[in-house]
């Protein structure tokens, strides 16, 4: 952590897996690292995937496969280290590679809900940054650009630097905010509103599911304004790989994640199919003359 390898978060992930993965040993009474088999792996599979899916949202189990790439990281280490001979946890991918569900983007009944209720700067900033909530809770002042009209910042997860076009809207709720707080380069732009600390990731979440619960929205989470942002900048006509620079992620990413899953995305490829003008037809029409009089001359 202190080179930049790894982040908090990373860290907090690891230890919630072994916290897990802990309380299955200790139900089985394993104890020793030379009993932990592939067997008894694939057991703590169906016995994860059941705790996670007696939790409301738990979107099907799909944290179990990063619970299990996240173990095999970790006996891997010990492998190296001699302390065991083989890695008993197979290794399966890495998470989100197959993806089953893709993106869940807000849709725009859902957006007019959730802005009509408090903690509009959390909606706008979420809303016009793609910021996974690492990066929002972390944004500092030092990182808007009012001259520019920009904010930049590397992110959190995979440490590239995000250049991001403020909203015209995002830009006068940060302006206001600003004024009002008059605040240090390296004070955080959002905060608790209460104790008007930084405010933390968990605590975001919180503010997010209770925004959504205010206006009426299902499973409202950070996460699925990332969604949000990606899906409109595709729909709005922008590249892959505009939006995979604007979110700090992979092209590869961007086209598994969104352009499959996405609704909204094959409405407007359906529009386009239904334009009357252009097309292979149009382009017919305006070969076919030529074809006719070059055939003409092959025969004279």
Same mark, same amino acid.
């Given at each position: 952590m202190a080179i930049g390898k790894l982040s908090d978060s990373t860290r907090d992930r690891y230890l919630q897996t072994l916290k897990q993965f802990d309380a299955f040993l200790a139900e089985k009474g394993i104890v020793f690292a030379s009993d932990i088999t592939r067997a008894v792996v694939e057991s703590f599979k169906v016995w994860r995937v059941a705790r996670i899916t007696a939790k409301k949202g738990s979107r099907g189990g799909t944290g179990m496969v990063l619970d299990v790439a996240v173990l095999h990281k970790l006996f891997q280490v010990a492998v190296e280290e001699e302390l065991i001979a083989r890695n008993p946890v197979k290794f399966e991918g890495r998470p989100g590679d197959s993806p089953t569900r893709g993106a869940q983007p807000f849709s725009a009944q859902e957006l007019s809900q959730l802005q009509a209720n408090e903690d509009f700067l959390i909606f706008m900033l979420?809303?016009?940054?793609?910021?996974?909530?690492?990066?929002?809770?972390?944004?500092?002042?030092?990182?808007?650009?009012?001259?520019?009209?920009?904010?930049?910042?590397?992110?959190?997860?995979?440490?590239?630097?995000?250049?991001?076009?403020?909203?015209?809207?995002?830009?006068?709720?940060?302006?206001? &905010?600003?004024? $009002? #707080?008059?605040?240090?380069?390296? +004070?955080?732009? =959002?905060?608790?509103?209460?104790?008007?600390?930084?405010? !933390?990731?968990?605590?975001?979440?919180?503010?997010?599911?209770?925004?959504?619960?205010?206006?009426?929205?299902?499973?409202?989470?950070?996460?699925?304004?990332?969604?949000?942002?990606?899906?409109?900048?595709?729909?709005?006509?922008?590249?892959?790989?505009?939006?995979?620079?604007?979110?700090?992620?992979?092209?590869?990413?961007?086209?598994?994640?969104?352009?499959?899953?996405?609704?909204?995305?094959? &409405?407007?490829? $359906? #529009?386009?199919?239904?334009?009357? +003008?252009?097309? =292979?037809?149009?382009?017919?029409?305006?070969?076919?003359? !030529?074809?006719?009089?070059?055939?003409?001359?092959?025969?004279?």
């Open positions: 979420l809303r016009w940054s793609g910021f996974r909530g690492s990066d929002a809770v972390g944004l500092q002042w030092c990182e808007v650009h009012f001259d520019r009209k920009e904010i930049e910042r590397v992110t959190k997860k995979r440490g590239k630097k995000v250049i991001i076009p403020i909203q015209s809207e995002l830009l006068t709720v940060l302006e206001m &905010e600003y004024t $009002r #707080r008059s605040p240090a380069p390296t +004070d955080r732009v =959002l905060l608790h509103p209460v104790y008007r600390t930084p405010l !933390r990731r968990p605590r975001l979440y919180e503010r997010v599911r209770a925004l959504g619960r205010r206006a009426g929205v299902t499973d409202a989470h950070p996460h699925r304004f990332r969604d949000t942002f990606a899906v409109d900048m595709l729909a709005r006509g922008a590249s892959p790989y505009e939006v995979a620079k604007l979110l700090g992620d992979t092209i590869e990413t961007v086209e598994k994640h969104y352009a499959e899953f996405v609704r909204e995305l094959r &409405e407007k490829v $359906r #529009r386009m199919m239904e334009v009357n +003008d252009g097309g =292979l037809e149009a382009f017919s029409e305006v070969s076919e003359p !030529r074809e006719r009089s070059s055939a003409k001359t092959d025969v004279m």
